[in-house]
């Protein structure tokens, strides 16, 4: 590699960085999470750009390669009996945008979080990856499928798992209502 394919890269990576942690956050749920799988899907990219097709989206391919160490890194996490309880989503979560909420508002928005994170942290890997692709991200059942490499039926069961598990944590809110 160059050191203008280097600055290339690096101008690239610049450009996609935040869109990365985001997704990171989404799926793994908590802040040094999300950070290690940027950074290990960074590494990756950098050390397979020679795999990389120029006729590909950079930020397609970036996308590909960070679900799966995202999907490695939730795995491992299970398998770790000494990793600590990762911090809920709900901590690093932003509050619920409103002009001047209330107190009773944010108390809400914090009991919401607190239950879906609570529901998500219940999640297989692939249920997690595949419930933040199709619900935050907008991805379609193929794309999912493609970029977690299951089939189409096998997407949607992961899916349809992961929203009943979302169901049942919200709902005693819903029923209280």
């Known amino acids: 590699m160059t050191d ?9 990576i610049e450009r996609h960085r935040r869109y990365m942690y985001n997704l990171a956050l989404r799926m793994t749920g908590n802040e040094q999470d999300a950070k290690d799988v940027v950074q290990d899907s960074l590494l990756n990219a950098y050390l397979h750009l020679e795999q990389f097709e120029q006729r590909a989206d950079f930020r397609t391919w ?31 979560a932003d509050t619920i945008a409103a002009s001047s909420p209330d107190p009773e508002r944010l108390m809400a928005s914090a009991d ?8 998500m942290d219940t999640m297989s890997p692939l249920e997690r990856v595949t419930f933040a692709l199709r619900h935050f991200e907008g991805c379609s059942i193929s794309e999912i499928a493609q970029t977690v490499g299951i089939g189409n039926n096998s997407a949607k069961q992961h899916i349809f798992r992961a929203v009943r598990k979302i169901r049942l944590a919200l709902e005693p809110h819903w029923s209280g209502r």
């Open 4 to 12: 203008g394919d280097l600055d290339v890269f690096l101008s690239l």
């Open 62 to 92: 970036l996308h590909r390669i960070l679900v799966n160490c995202a999907l490695d890194h939730l795995r491992s996490r299970r398998r770790r009996p000494d990793a600590g309880e990762p911090r809920p989503l709900s901590d690093v």
């Open 112 to 119: 919401w979080r607190r239950q879906i994170s609570a529901a």
